[in-house]
C-alpha cells in the first residue's frame, strides 16, 4: 500500500517545541501547582516540579511550538526535489501560516501528513496549541467521528512498528539503520530548550528542526525501498 502513495501528496513536518516561560518561576502561581499535578507521577519523589520544568515542552498544556518545519517532493519528468520550510515566530503567528499552507495545499482527501511518533505528538500538539489560541482547526487534524483509517496521517514510527505497538524505535536509529545520514550531527531535542531561551538561536533551531522533516521523508523512502535524496534534491525555501 506505501508504494502505491503518491509522494507529492505527503506534507512531512515536524515540530520542534519548549515551555512556555523560560523558568518554574515565571509561571502563575496556579499554573505551577497545576503543572506539580500533572507531573507526580513522571517526577515521583525525585525532582521538585520546579526542577522538572526543563522538561515542560513536552506537554501542550505547559509548552510552545517554536518551530514548524515542512517538506514536500516535486516531480518533473525524472527529476526528483524535496522542497523543505519552516514556520516560526510568535507561536500563534507561526500556527496560522503552517495553517494556511495545509487549507491551500494540502486540503484535499487524498493528501497526506507524515511525521515520526507524530500520531502521539505532533499532530495531537499542533492541534491543541491552535485551540488555546483560538485558531479554528484544519480539516487534516480533524479527528472527532473518524475512524482511526479515515485520519490521513502517516506515522513513520507506526510503519516501523508492523503492529507491535509496544515497540519504540527512535529516529536517530531508524536513519542509522538505514544508512540514512543523520539529522542529530549538532543538537538533539533536549538542546532545544537552552538553544531558544539562553543562546536565543532560532536559526538553529530551525535546521535542526528542517533536517528531521528531511530524515523522515528518507525514512519513507526505505520503506518503500527506492533511493534515497541526494544533496542536489534538496532545497530549503
Known amino acids: 500500500m506505501l508504494h502505491k502513495l503518491n509522494l507529492e501528496h505527503i506534507l512531512f513536518l515536524d515540530i520542534e517545541t ?19 499535578d500533572k507531573t507526580q507521577y513522571q517526577r515521583k519523589e525525585e525532582f521538585t516540579a ?18 514548524i518545519s515542512v517538506g514536500y517532493f516535486n516531480f518533473k519528468g525524472e527529476e526528483r526535489k524535496f522542497r523543505t520550510t519552516s514556520f516560526f515566530g510568535e507561536e500563534d503567528d507561526l500556527l496560522k501560516r503552517f495553517k494556511i499552507l495545509v487549507e491551500d495545499y494540502f486540503s484535499l482527501p ?32 480533524q479527528f472527532f467521528g473518524k475512524k482511526p483509517w479515515e485520519i490521513p496521517h502517516l506515522d513513520t514510527l ?32 533536549s538542546q532545544v530548550r537552552d538553544v531558544y531561551y539562553k ?21 519513507i523512502l526505505k520503506l518503500r ?4 535524496l541526494e544533496d542536489h534534491e534538496l532545497i530549503s525555501v
Open 18 to 36: 519548549v515551555p512556555e516561560q523560560e523558568d518554574f518561576a515565571g509561571l502563575t502561581p496556579v499554573k505551577q501547582k497545576l503543572y506539580a
Open 225 to 228: 525501498q527506492e533511493e534515497l
Open 110 to 141: 487524498q493528501h497526506l501528513m507524515c511525521g515520526h511518533n507524530a500520531k502521539e505528538f505532533d499532530f495531537p500538539y499542533i492541534a491543541r496549541r491552535m485551540l488555546i489560541h483560538g485558531i479554528s482547526l484544519p480539516e487534516k487534524l
Open 50 to 67: 520546579e526542577e522538572f520544568y526543563e522538561r515542560a515542552g513536552i506537554w501542550a498544556e505547559f509548552g510552545k511550538i517554536v518551530c
Open 199 to 219: 543562546e536565543k538561536d532560532i536559526d538553529r533551531i530551525v535546521t535542526y528542526c528542517e533536517k528531521d522533516v528531511i530524515a523522515v521523508a528518507q525514512v
Open 158 to 189: 507506526e510503519l516501523w512498528k508492523f503492529g507491535d505497538y509496544k515497540h519504540y524505535t527512535s529516529l536517530k536509529l531508524l536513519t542509522e539503520l538505514f544508512d540514512i545520514p543523520s539529522p542529530k550531527d549538532d543538537i538533539d531535542g
